[in-house]
């Protein structure tokens, strides 16, 4: 019911930056809470970062706290995540995701809607 589409990825050095978009269409986010995951082959999602309904709180995982920040456009239909200080270890597909409950939003069971994913590699 709620289309996301991930843009911004690509291949950048460590100690760079990048700035994610994930552009909703369909219904309005506004209503939602907004996060961002990042998968690596063989691994499981994991959570990145997440923004609440009406932003009320935002939320980092430990590893990229103080690196990357989450902020939202609800005019826009749009969800950024700035990453600076990109470390290899930040390689990974990174997806958008939309949850109508908004609780628990630092893991994946809340969401509702994903997009497909746009690849961030960090060269060392």
Known sequence: QVQLVESGGGLVQ???SLRLSCAASGRTISSYAMGWFRQVPGKERDFV???SWREIGTYYADSVRGRFAISRD????TVYLQMNSLKPEDTA???CAAAQKRTSINTRYPYDYWGQGTQVTVSS
């Not at 609800?74 to 239909?77: D, E, G, L, P, S």
């Open 49 to 51: 970062a997440a923004i």
């Open 14 to 16: 460590a100690g760079d």
């Open 74 to 77: 609800n005019a826009k239909n």
């Open 93 to 95: 597909v990174y997806y």
